[in-house]
């Protein structure tokens, strides 16, 4: 039992490190979220998805890195 509860803990540190690292990939975004989405409601995941989908939306409008950050994780 000890052993179950060490993976699942191993897991969710390993799950929230690799989260961490996936944001700092946004930063070519963070201009065009800035002019185009709804900060309101916080850095939230359904936050994110919605700016991601509002980008996507305006794609012409975004620089090139963003649209390779969108394609990447599967916006655009």
Same mark, same amino acid.
């Given at each position: 039992?000890?052993?179950? @509860?060490?993976?699942?803990?191993?897991?969710?540190? %390993?799950?929230?490190? &690799?989260? *961490?690292?996936?944001? &700092?990939?946004? &930063?070519?975004?963070?201009? *065009? *979220?800035?002019?185009?989405?709804?900060? /309101?409601?916080? @850095?939230?995941?359904?936050?994110?998805? !919605?700016?991601?989908?509002?980008?996507? *939306?305006? /794609?012409? !409008? @975004? %620089? /090139? !890195?963003?649209?390779?950050?969108? !394609?990447?994780?599967?916006?655009?």
């Amino acid at each position: 039992m000890k052993l179950l @509860i060490a993976a699942c803990l191993l897991v969710g540190l %390993s799950a929230t490190a &690799a989260n *961490a690292v996936d944001l &700092a990939e946004l &930063a070519p975004c963070r201009p *065009a *979220a800035a002019r185009f989405c709804d900060r /309101s409601g916080g @850095i939230t995941w359904n936050n994110l998805l !919605r700016c991601g989908a509002t980008l996507a *939306a305006h /794609s012409w !409008r @975004i %620089s /090139s !890195r963003c649209r390779a950050v969108l !394609r990447k994780y599967g916006q655009l």
